[in-house]
Structure formats: structure tokens, C-alpha cells
């Protein structure tokens, strides 16, 4: 059973430009959650979706920053007009169920901005 | 506000020594779900241990164990006969209501030969 995959694994991105970030849940899995680690720091929850919903946003910034599951392929998680303060690494999680249901990580993606 | 707590940045320990990590957290709520997570040199994020805060039995994985201080809010981690393998970052990490984890600032754990 392939656990959560997430590519591309590392991205160079110019400000300016956008990143596309994305997830595939671990089989049987329909919840998927976004976080970002600052370096040297703890994870940060963003977004927390199912399919073709967002049930908290609460993390994402406002502005630049968007995501979402579709009902057939992965969840995308998207940054226009990176800024250098975007540096981070961004990882995404699925679990089976919703609740107290652990969840798993994939490897990250590392995005860095020039 | 809802925040995890691991006050030891860096900690070492002797290949097949038992190192304890320390972590405390503040909530309001009374069911929730806590948690270990590993982070090596490879960054992959990997799941030690879960606690559910209604069971009073602390939870085991094999050399690892956790005490769970429900009352005191603290939930240490136990790591018994060290592995060169288990040199990572160890972050805490307690489950919210509604499923978002809120996440401690770690512990780099340094196992020695």
C-alpha cells in the first residue's frame, strides 16, 4: 500500500511566479491536510480538505495561497506571486476518516524562492 | 489558545540508553488525541505514537512509551535501548477538534556510538 505522495519533491521558484504543490492521499484515504514548516520550526496546520470540499482554511493566508481536492486526482496546493517568505517546506497528510484518525505524511515538497 | 510545549531544543543519549523527551500542552478540551512524530535527516515525517485522551493506559510501540498526565497536561515520550536510528527530531503534536494538529517546536535527539 504506496503511502501519501506528494511531488515534486523540490521547487525553484522566482518571485513572482507560482508553485504548484501537489498530494495524493494514501489509498482509501479521502481527507487530506496541508502544513508548512518554516525552518527550525514546528508544522503549521493550513487547510484541511475532503474531496471537492474545504472544510477549514483557517491557516491559509488570505491572500495568494489556495487549495483544493477534486473529485478524481490529487489535492493541489497553489502560491501565486511567490514572495521569498514562501521558502518552506510543505507537507501533506491523508487520513482514513475525519475525527481522532492519525495522520500520514507524505515526504514534502521544498520550495525555495529566489 | 491551544499550544504544545517542548522545552529541551537538543538532547543525547548513549547508543542503548533510555532518554526521556519532554512535552506539555494547553487545551480546553477534554477529548483529544496526542501524538509523537519523527523527523530524520531525511525530513520525512513519521508517526512514533498516539495517545487517546480518554484511555488511562499510556500507549506502546515497541521501545517507545509514552506518560500520559492527563491532569497535569503532559505527555513525555520514553525511548528505551537507543538505536543509532533513532538520531531525528522528535516533534509533539496534540489533535484539535476538528482535526488540525497543532504542533510542539521539537526535540533534536542525538543518539551516540
Known amino acids: 500500500n504506496a503511502g501519501v505522495m506528494q511531488n515534486p519533491r523540490h521547487l525553484v521558484r522566482r518571485r513572482g511566479q507560482e508553485a504548484r504543490l501537489r498530494c495524493s492521499p494514501m489509498k482509501g484515504h479521502s481527507h487530506v491536510y496541508w502544513y508548512r514548516q518554516l525552518p527550525e520550526e514546528g508544522l503549521k496546520f493550513m487547510v484541511y480538505?475532503?474531496?471537492?470540499?474545504?472544510?477549514?482554511e483557517s491557516g491559509m493566508p488570505k491572500e495568494r495561497f489556495s487549495a483544493e481536492f477534486p473529485k478524481e486526482g490529487p489535492s493541489i496546493l497553489r502560491i501565486q506571486q511567490v514572495v521569498r517568505g514562501d521558502s518552506a517546506a510543505y507537507f501533506c497528510?491523508?487520513?482514513?476518516?475525519?475525527?481522532?484518525?492519525?495522520?500520514?505524511f507524505g515526504p514534502g515538497t521544498r520550495l525555495t524562492v529566489l | 489558545a491551544q499550544t504544545v510545549t517542548q522545552s529541551q531544543p537538543e538532547m543525547s543519549v548513549q547508543e542503548a540508553e533510555t532518554v526521556t523527551l519532554s512535552c506539555t500542552y494547553d487545551?480546553?478540551?477534554?477529548?483529544?488525541?496526542l501524538f509523537w512524530y519523527k523527523q530524520p535527516p531525511s525530513r520525512q515525517m513519521i508517526l512514533v505514537i498516539r495517545q487517546e485522551a480518554y484511555k488511562q493506559q499510556n500507549a506502546t510501540e515497541n521501545r517507545f512509551s509514552v506518560n500520559f498526565q492527563k491532569a497535569a497536561k503532559s505527555f513525555s515520550l520514553k525511548i528505551s535501548d537507543s538505536q543509532l536510528g533513532d538520531t531525528a527530531m522528535y516533534f509533539c503534536a496534540f489533535m484539535t477538534n476538528n482535526r488540525k494538529l497543532i504542533w510542539g517546536l521539537g526535540t533534536s535527539l542525538a543518539v551516540n556510538p
Open positions: 487545551t480546553s478540551e477534554n477529548n483529544y488525541y
Open positions: 480538505l475532503q474531496k471537492e470540499n474545504i472544510i477549514d
Open positions: 497528510a491523508s487520513s482514513q476518516t475525519s475525527g481522532g484518525d492519525t495522520q500520514y
